[in-house]
């Protein structure tokens, strides 16, 4: 990056900062939505499945 870019960032950088407000205690505010919608469930089960396949591989392979 050029030292043109780096004080552009860093000037960026600086304005966000100073826009920043300190989070009150006791405030109840909602947090934002980011807009994912992934469901952990699906990841969590496929886990479960592939281990359950390599330990019943293993348990076949060694016979225990």
Do not use: C, Q
Not at 7 to 29: F, N, Q, S, Y
Not at 45 to 63: E, P
């Amino acid at each position: 990056a050029s030292e043109a870019e780096v004080k552009a960032a860093h000037a960026a950088l600086t304005k966000a900062l100073e826009g920043l407000e300190p989070v009150k205690p006791g405030d109840t505010t909602v947090s934002i939505k980011t807009g994912d919608t992934t469901n952990m469930m699906y990841p969590l089960l496929g886990l479960a499945i592939a281990s359950l396949g390599f330990y019943g591989n293993k348990k076949r392979k060694y016979g225990n």
